[in-house]
């Protein structure tokens, strides 16, 4: 067995007993659908040539057939470098591995476990600029985001080393200070001191932030994403797209290419994460809006487009709320 699934299989997937009211059809509990479970069954298969019980129902093949797609399933894992840590790669390696096999017999194995079915997956199309666009103000590289950091569906908040070029000139003094004092508490011990340093470091708009074993005096900003408009938290959908914009962004260094300041004093800009244009990504999943009343972009309109075509996230609604009329109302109703 590959060392990719043995590793998935002993830190992801807990065997179950039959009594275990968590049981998923899988196999595995319900915590570990998805990408863990598809690991685990294909180490039991490999063991055993064993499928999981259940899957017939999902299924329209027969016991034999499905041997045969687990057999190719464990060869293509091992062959992948790197594996699938995500559910669309596994979702993906499935869809090609079983290609040529029947579709409802694709989708039911996709659904057993809870992975994305193949209208749902979205390819990413636009590249990075080399250069930077017209109207960017500046660029930044920020440090890892934190889950905690996304507010909804396009919002987050980011922080950006003060050892950045442009960000090196603008820390004032009383931070550089604060920062400093707190070193020298910490390094005497004395952790009350330092969280009071800490807070005035924080109250100026910058933060210490543990990075590899390594404290980052840092710049906190509050990014909009230009050009898309999520739902709100409280309207339908609204859960959904924060989830997956902390999905894309969670433990990743973003480039930022920020246009200015909306009044709400966020920096608005064009977020890149890995090589991947985030607000494709979200527009393309049905989880924003092309918020056309400040940004034109032909290829903001088409993205919104194909989402509506094949009516994924909010779209599968007939008709949907904008979440620029949703916030008007309640202003109103205020």
């Not at 903001?300 to 709320?321: D, I, Y």
Request: with cysteine; net charge positive.
């Amino acid at each position: 067995m590959g060392n990719a699934l043995r590793f998935l299989y002993s830190h992801c997937c807990k065997p179950t007993t039959a009594g275990d009211e968590s049981l998923g059809p899988h196999g595995v509990s319900s915590a570990t659908v998805g990408v863990s479970a598809l690991a685990h069954d294909l180490f039991h298969f490999d063991i055993t040539s064993q499928v999981p019980e259940g899957l017939s129902k999902h299924v329209v093949s027969s016991k034999k057939a499905q041997a045969n797609w687990y057999r190719k399933l464990v060869d293509a894992w091992k062959e992948t470098k790197p594996p699938p840590k995500t559910p669309e790669e596994a979702a993906r390696l499935v869809i090609q591995t079983l290609k040529r096999h029947q579709k409802a017999d694709v989708e039911g194995l996709l659904a057993f476990y809870g992975l994305p079915l193949p209208h749902t997956l979205v390819q990413g199309t636009a590249q990075p600029p080399s250069s930077l666009p017209n109207g960017v103000q500046f660029e930044m590289h920020t440090l890892p985001v934190d889950a905690k950091a996304v507010a909804d569906g396009d919002t987050i908040t980011v922080y950006v080393s003060t050892a950045d070029s442009r960000e090196s000139a603008f820390v004032p003094g009383n931070v550089h200070t604060a920062a400093v004092r707190r070193s020298e508490a910490r390094a005497r011990r004395n952790f009350a001191e330092a969280d009071a340093f800490h807070k005035q470091i924080i109250d100026s708009g910058y933060r210490v932030i543990p990075v590899e074993n390594e404290e980052i005096l840092a710049k906190k900003y509050r990014i909009r994403l230009r050009g898309i408009d999520a739902p709100e938290s409280a309207m339908p959908y609204g859960k959904e797209a924060k989830a997956e914009l902390t999905k894309i962004v969670q433990g990743k260094s973003l480039r930022i290419l920020v246009y200015g300041d909306d009044r709400y004093g966020r920096s608005v800009g064009d977020i890149y994460c890995n090589g991947i244009f985030v607000q494709e990504m979200m527009l393309k999943k049905g989880l924003a809006w092309h918020y056309t009343a400040y940004d034109k972009r032909q290829e903001l309109e088409t993205w919104e487009k194909q989402a509506r075509a094949k009516r994924v996230g909010l779209w599968a609604s007939k008709n949907p709320e904008m979440p620029w009329e949703w916030r008007k109302d309640r202003r109103e109703a205020a």
